[in-house]
């Protein structure tokens, strides 16, 4: 996985997952990885769940709320499955 | 990109109220009874947290936070086939036939 | 099983003394409770012996669990490298009760500060830490923690200053975290058990920091 990821604009349609709406379409860098974990999106409906890799993503305040950010160089760290991330220089 | 009501991230909200309690007896038993299904895998936190999610904002508003968990806990059990709505019925009946209150509506008197 | 409010001296309907928790007219949810747990039992599934057990085992666990955990960290540099390497590791050494946590600690220092919350649901470190409190389960708490974290910082009394940076944790999956706050100026020489007694669990989840008595 690249060191900076962007995190996959899905939608969730009602499901069950584990991405925030306000992460979703933004930019950040990978703070660690955690290895891998159950993915959360087949438990909550009691199947089997394949390992997915789990990795901390660190994005700054100007990233996610641009010019109304109450301090840009603040951050959130949040995990994120791999599923849902893709290199940020992907088309 | 949709945004579900629980996913709440962000979103305009009022003054945090730095509310807390004590937790009562039966809420301390919906918390046991959900460590101890989940551990003995008749479910996962991920189901829980899918029922509570399926529940609404409405819930989220109007129920306790252990109120809405029996109830989740409840649909996961239910799922998994550990009892039937037929038999969850009666024993509702024979829990309110006790008494009035939760002391004397559960066996043995709650905690004593 | 200890009683978690002192009775009022007062008789209820039942004829055992009051309990404010008990003694209130059933609710849906406590008959569900009621009902729910007596079917695992009589199913086999539980016993009446292994829920008063959980109880007992999460009555246990406390912000003084996690207090005296920072405490060993402000005072052995070794142990301190260890918990910010493996948290889980590291509570399991001080004897911590903490089932299968995955634990991340965050350290602050004179520039960062770090803050917790989990956005999408409440999740919290409550086998180190106890039970979460009320406001860190809100909707303004979850709301407004990752878009505004310096006001709601200031709503709970800690002001920063604008040249330490925030770094807000959103417990989105598997992983839970604890701040090991700052150990402040004035405490040297103190042993680990006054030092513990400074840590509260609103230090440990970055809503404040250790302050001195008086």
Redesign the interface.
Known sequence: MAERVRVR??????L?V????????RTGVIERC?GP?PN?EK????LPAEAQT?Y?VRFT?AE??GPSA??P?????????AHWLEPADAP | ????WH?M??DPAGPVIPAEHDFALWEKRVDALFMLTTAKGL??V??L??VL?DMGPEAFETMTYYERWITAVNRNLI??GVYSTAELAAKIAEVKARGADYGTASLGGGDG | MPHDHPDHGGISPSGHPYRPDQDGPLTEAQALEIAVRELLIEKGIVTAGEIAAAIARMDARSPAVGARIVARAWTDPAFKARLLADGSAAAREMGADIDAL?L?VVENTPDTHNAIVC??CSCYPRTLLGLPPDWYKSREYRSRM??????VLAEFGLHLP?NV???????????RYIVLPARPAGTEGWSEEQLAAIVTRDCMIGVAVPRLPG
């Open positions: 604009a899905w939608g969730s349609h009602g069950h584990r991405t925030p709406h306000y992460l979703r379409g955690l974990f959360p438990l909550a409906y009691r789990l901390r305040m996610l709320w109450e301090n160089d603040d951050t959130v760290d949040a995990e994120i499955y | 990109m949709d945004k579900s996913d991230g962000g479910f996962t991920d189901a947290r899918r999610e799922e998994a | 995955k991340v956005t999408l990752v878009r505004e974290p310096r006001r604008p940076r925030v770094r807000v944790h959103d417990s989105t999956a598997d992983m």
